[in-house]
């Protein structure tokens, strides 16, 4: 039944996970729903915390599969692009990440959903500056996290259609400032 509201809030944000939707989507009775998720609150944040925790999963994948080497602002750039945007991620999955940080504002059950995938995230952007031979300081890092929430809301906003691009040039810009390399 989560698997089914995770499935539907990707298709279309937080406004298609409604009850019958899920009991639909899982082939269930629609009173399973009611039964299991007390309120539209409860089932709408089992969604989100089932799309986050499969973002988290290929974000964490995506970077534990980079190689360990010194790269300069380019290189570290396009790998961080890759790991947090992700070639394959569709737009529907980012707009829904984003999605989730606004919804986390309105429900307080969110938050700490929305705590722990933003920790994962923090913790994963260390792994690849450190693999990356960069500094791992945690103000650069948070620096380096609204860099790429801004760049993909404003891609999103705009529908540009290659958003690790975008983001790959907005964090080229900024990298050796937020994130330097480390003396040898």
Do not use: W
Not at 14 to 28: E, G, S
Not at 155 to 170: F, H, N, P, Y
């Amino acid at each position: 039944m989560i698997a089914a509201a995770g499935e539907l809030f990707l298709e279309g944000g937080f406004d298609a996970v409604r009850h019958r939707a899920v009991a639909d989507r899982a082939q269930l009775p629609l009173a399973s729903t009611t039964y299991y998720f007390a309120s539209l609150e409860d089932l709408v944040a089992e969604a989100v915390a089932s799309a986050c925790a499969n973002d988290c999963d290929a974000i964490i994948e995506r970077g534990r599969g980079l190689t360990r080497r010194r790269r300069g602002a380019e290189a570290t750039a396009e790998v961080l692009a890759d790991v947090f945007i992700g070639e394959d991620t569709s737009r529907e999955r980012l707009t829904c990440r984003f999605e989730s940080v606004v919804l986390s504002a309105r429900v307080p059950r969110l938050q700490q959903v929305l705590i722990d995938h933003r920790n994962t995230l923090r913790n994963t952007h260390f792994e690849v500056l450190e693999k990356s031979g960069r500094s791992t300081d945690p103000s650069g890092i948070e620096q380096l996290m609204a860099v790429e929430d801004g760049v993909v809301i404003g891609a999103l906003a705009d529908s540009v259609e290659d958003v690790v691009k975008v983001t790959r040039t907005a964090l080229s810009e900024v990298i050796d400032q937020l994130a330097p390399v480390v003396a040898v």
